[in-house]
């Protein structure tokens, strides 16, 4: 079954040198391309962009250009382009099958003039695959934009296929460009847990939460299994901080396990809601497809509820699954007509009506001709590691790395291997690392004690997520000092559209959440009948993962009751509102329309200094420009009141400047209308 992510982590990093290698960005034009109803954009033209995707082991690939027909007496021929103008000294073409078609390139300047560059003579290929290259004896004199490649395919019988077409500035090997190089600050070894966690039997798809306390996987044929068969069950183990090790590991309870295939795919922040791989019917049978199930305040976890993916399709008989840490993003494999090639990694976004959009491809450089899976979407929202066969590594699957580059989730980075360490000449996936950054869960095989084991490794500084900030913290309600429920929203002060929000609940516990320490935030307490509470936070001068305890004390709304409006404050003599009052306003502006039964006064003042008839002129224009404020977000004015009272009722000592500040105020107070 399509079970779930599981992660391990050993970095590679490439060689690098003073040369240029640029890699075809885009096809111009093409004589032919592969094509099957049955497929998805397996062997298109533009599978011959961007860096190899066999290179060492050079063999016939979906992930690869091939001609519509094997021996196509007309020849064939594509064009291509950079995206860089230069001056060149070498080309290298990847023929990772059928090599010996080629008999001749050009190079095209930015005005599409011709130079010849090379014609290649019958029986020129060494092997049936190789990287082919031009040396010239000097740099062309004209600044190269793009490539036209042609071919005799009658020359080898049977198809032809290229995988990659680079350019460079120097006579340094293009291929030496990206072989895989072991990184001196690559893990070091690898932990088997032993067998508290381990059995006999396969242990595979480790998830650990984010707070590195829990962690949860599947295990197979396990004589304690749920059902005759013994199907695949999830099983769960805390974490001993005092003996450092994880405790005995104990079955997962139904409905969450049943007879049929269960794994868990994620977890949320906070720890109270799953992500479950298929879908649960209440007959005990199993769909394709994901759900949620929910921590109750009995202890118990819910039912899993289906979740409805708009116009989702999979021709695969598995896909995986990976939510985002604010809840709103899942990440998954899925293969479509549209799909570059096999399985590839689509996201959806949550819709308003609690349905899920229409996957959409993250993109060609992720996504390959060949068939990607087992993604995991780190707690930083960022960092993504996933397996394929698609880039260059050491077996017929690696593990790689990429990096979410903004909020379209549709452009990533380069994808970078983790490694010989991590990845084995065998299939390599699932990999799962909690918020600290600090370790990596997989499954192996090698030096285990049965089947399939589960592992840690230690994570390399350059293979880590963003450095986190964990908040965890209770809502308090001022009055009676006891807990209680509120919306929590989160807000990057860099995007307003990122956000995550949560619905406290103190009968299961503390709120929690994680948040990229780069990135400040603020976060805002809302609750019917209380003052809006907010703060801002800024962690970004923090090296590593931290935890901070953080409790919102809330005020009840009480009419005819004065409330001074934090951070609106005023410069001497001055009545122009500072920067960084909106959030506080914005705060009046919701309590107003959360209660249309009340009218506002606004009462404003200023220090002692100067002249007192002056003063009661600059108190009134204070209240007039947040009169002016709240109306614009759409509040009636003939609900706003004002009053000046210029330095008469001072609520701190006026005879120092630290103190005489706190008197230049907006108060504001609700009032029920008449």
Request: charged residues 20%; neutral net charge.
């Amino acid at each position: 079954m399509g079970v779930r992510i599981c992660i391990l982590l050993i970095f590679m990093s490439t060689v690098t040198f003073a040369q240029k290698v640029k890699w075809a960005s885009q096809v111009i034009s093409v004589s032919s391309e592969y094509k099957d109803p049955l497929l998805g954009k397996e062997f298109r033209a533009i599978h011959a962009l961007g860096r190899p995707s066999k290179y060492p082991k050079m063999v016939a690939s979906p992930s690869a250009w091939q001609s519509m027909t094997p021996d196509n007496p007309d020849g064939e021929y594509i064009i291509v382009s950079f995206d860089t103008l230069m001056a060149i000294k070498q080309v290298a073409i990847f023929e990772n099958f059928g090599a010996g078609t080629i008999s001749s390139v050009e190079g095209l300047d930015l005005n599409n003039k011709i130079y010849p560059l090379k014609s290649f003579s019958s029986g020129y290929n060494t092997s049936g695959s190789q990287v082919s290259t031009i040396n010239l004896p000097t740099k062309t004199n004209f600044r190269l934009k793009s490539l036209k490649i042609s071919f005799n395919s009658m020359r080898v019988k049977g198809f032809s296929q290229i995988d990659a077409i680079g350019i460079s500035d120097s006579d340094e090997p293009i291929e030496q460009s990206i072989k895989l190089q072991a990184d001196p600050n690559a893990f070091m070894a690898r932990e088997n847990l032993g067998n508290f966690i381990n059995s006999k039997f396969n242990e595979i798809c480790p998830v650990v939460s984010p707070d590195g306390q829990k962690l949860y996987f599947t295990r197979w044929k396990h004589p304690d299994n749920y059902g005759s068969n013994k199907n695949q069950d999830i099983w769960v183990s805390t974490w001993s901080a005092s003996d450092k090790l994880w405790n005995k590991a104990t079955l997962f309870s139904p409905p969450i396990n049943n007879d049929e295939n269960n794994a868990v795919c994620g977890i949320t922040p906070n720890g109270k809601t799953l992500l479950l791989n298929n879908v649960y019917g209440k007959d005990g049978t199993m769909e394709k497809g994901v759900s949620f199930s929910f921590l109750l305040r009995t202890g118990e976890w819910s039912f899993p509820k289906a979740l409805k993916i708009v116009n989702f399709k999979n021709k695969s008989e598995f896909s995986e699954y990976t939510l985002a840490p604010n809840g709103k993003v899942l990440l998954m494999t899925t293969e479509t007509k549209d799909s570059f090639g096999g399985k590839d990694i689509y996201v959806s976004f949550l819709n308003t009506d609690d349905t899920w959009s229409e996957p959409k491809n993250i993109g060609f450089s992720v996504n390959t001709g060949e068939a990607e899976s087992t993604p995991f979407i780190a707690p930083d929202g960022v960092t993504m590691y996933f397996s394929s066969s698609g880039h260059v590594g050491f077996g017929n699957n690696d593990i790689f790395l990429t990096r979410r580059l903004d909020d379209t989730w549709q452009n990533w980075s380069l994808p970078e291997n983790l490694g010989p360490i991590v990845n084995t000449p065998q299939w390599d996936g699932y990999f799962s690392v909690s918020a600290k950054g600090d370790y990596a869960y997989f499954s192996s095989t090698e030096n285990s004690l049965g089947a399939e084991d589960i592992f840690r490794i230690k994570i390399p500084e350059k293979a880590k997520p963003l450095t986190l900030v964990q908040m965890n913290g209770q809502v308090i309600n001022l009055k009676t000092k006891e807990q209680m429920p509120a919306r929590i929203l989160i807000k990057s002060k860099l995007n307003p559209l990122d956000t995550l929000s949560i619905d406290y609940d103190p009968y299961v516990g503390d709120y929690s959440f994680m948040w990229p320490a780069k990135k400040p935030f603020s976060v805002q307490v809302k609750k019917p009948g209380f003052l809006n509470k907010s703060e801002n936070f800024d962690f970004s001068s923090l090296k590593s993962f931290s935890s901070l305890n953080q409790n919102f004390i809330m005020q009840t709304v009480e009419p005819n009751k004065s409330y001074s409006i934090a951070n609106i404050s005023f410069d001497q003599g001055k009545a122009e509102l500072k920067q960084g009052f909106e959030m506080e306003l914005d705060k009046v502006v919701q309590i107003l329309l959360e209660n249309s039964s009340y009218q506002i006064l606004l009462e404003g003042h200023t220090d002692n200094q100067g002249d007192w008839n002056d003063n009661l002129k600059l108190s009134i224009e204070r209240v007039d420009n947040v009169k002016a404020y709240l109306a614009s977000k759409g509040i009636d004015a003939a609900r706003i009141k004002t009053k000046g009272w210029g330095g008469a009722k001072p609520i701190a000592n006026n005879l120092l400047e630290d103190t005489r500040r706190i008197n230049r105020r907006v108060e504001f107070t609700l009032i029920p209308m008449e």
